[in-house]
Structure formats: structure tokens, C-alpha cells
């Protein structure tokens, strides 16, 4: 099974190559085989593309524009259902494929925290190896919050003057005292 994408080599629109860039670089990056079909050049795929998309998937004036993308002679999509499978990483069942061997299927966020004894992944640890991993972490997160909004002050300086508004100053004011420095003078 060869899937096939009707692209216009010679598309005026920039919209239009760059969604067939993006179709066509995905399945190479991918190592998805597939067959470019010229419309622009090529009478015969031009109308072959035009009257093997269905009906309901035409635009109002019933010429579809490239990319369309199909499994053989099976209907896959346009640019847009192609990318919607590809966000929800259901490529593959879009194109009509099977996944590749050693593939990740994409599991719900239900199914991927739960355990096999029905407990959630993440809740309530019990053990004092556990415990005592957590007050670390803890600890590390603290320090790396108070560099990075030591850091990130500079940045959301130059943010407010950029018209980002009053409250974006009251927040800046709200960071600055908490750096470790300030507390120590509250004191």
C-alpha cells in the first residue's frame, strides 16, 4: 500500500506549499512510503484527485485544493484532518496503516497514570524512601525556582515597558520580594 499526496508543484499560494511541506517532510521524517502526485503539471491527477474526493469533504465550490492525501484508491483526508491525526498521534489509523513495530501507542491520560493494581501513578506514597525522595526534590525545585526568577527578572522588565500593562509590574514587584536577599531583610 503506497500512500499518495496531490501536491501543485507550481502553487502561487504559500499557504499551500507550506502545508504540502509540512504533509510531505512528516512522512519522509517519519519513513512513511508515499507517492508525490503533481496536479499542476498533470492533467490526468488532477482530475483523478478531483473526482476521488468525497462529496462532503469539497469545499463549497467543489474544487479541493492540495494536499489531499490517499491510501492507494482509499480517501485519507485534506491538510487539515492530516494534521488533526497528527496532534492527536493517530497517524497512522488516519493514513490506513499499521503502526511500525515497536511503536508507542498512544495511550489515554486515564490509562497511562493508572497501575495495574487500579492505584493512580503519583498518590500517596507510604514508604520513608519515598517520603524522603520527595523532601529532596522539594528542596531542588525551590533552588531552581529562586534562580530562575532571578533570571527571568531582567526579561519581565523589559516586558512591562513594552506596554504589557500595570499588572505585570505588581507581579514583578510580588517576584522581587521573594528572592532569599529580601527575606532576610524583612526580618
Known amino acids: 500500500m503506497v500512500i499518495k499526496v496531490f501536491v501543485a508543484t507550481s502553487s502561487g499560494s504559500i499557504a499551500i506549499r507550506k502545508k504540502q511541506q509540512e ?3 512528516f512522512l519522509e521524517a517519519n519513513k512513511i ?3 508525490e502526485l503533481d496536479i499542476a503539471g498533470d492533467e490526468d491527477n488532477r482530475r483523478w484527485m478531483r473526482e ?6 469539497k469545499p463549497q465550490n467543489g474544487i479541493p485544493l492540495p494536499p ?5 484508491e482509499q480517501y485519507c483526508g485534506d491538510f487539515d484532518s492530516f494534521f488533526s491525526a497528527k496532534e492527536e498521534n493517530i497517524i497512522y489509523s488516519f493514513l490506513g ?3 511500525p513495530p515497536g511503536s508507542k501507542v498512544a495511550k489515554s491520560p486515564e490509562e497511562a497514570s493508572s497501575l495495574p493494581n487500579g492505584d493512580v501513578a ?3 506514597e507510604s514508604s520513608a524512601e519515598g517520603t524522603e525522595k520527595a523532601e529532596e526534590t522539594g528542596e531542588n525545585e525551590v533552588q531552581k525556582e529562586s534562580s530562575e526568577e532571578v533570571g527571568d527578572l531582567p526579561e519581565s522588565q523589559e516586558k512591562s515597558k513594552e506596554d504589557v500593562g500595570e499588572e505585570a509590574a505588581e507581579e514583578e ?5 521573594e528572592e532569599p536577599g529580601d527575606q532576610a531583610e524583612d526580618s
Do not use: R, T
Open 97 to 99: 496503516l499499521a503502526p
Open 23 to 25: 504533509v510531505v517532510g
Open 173 to 177: 514587584a510580588g517576584l522581587g520580594e
Open 68 to 72: 489531499q492525501i490517499f491510501n492507494e
Open 122 to 124: 503519583g498518590e500517596a
Open 33 to 35: 512510503d508515499f507517492k
Open 52 to 57: 476521488n474526493v468525497p462529496g462532503e469533504k
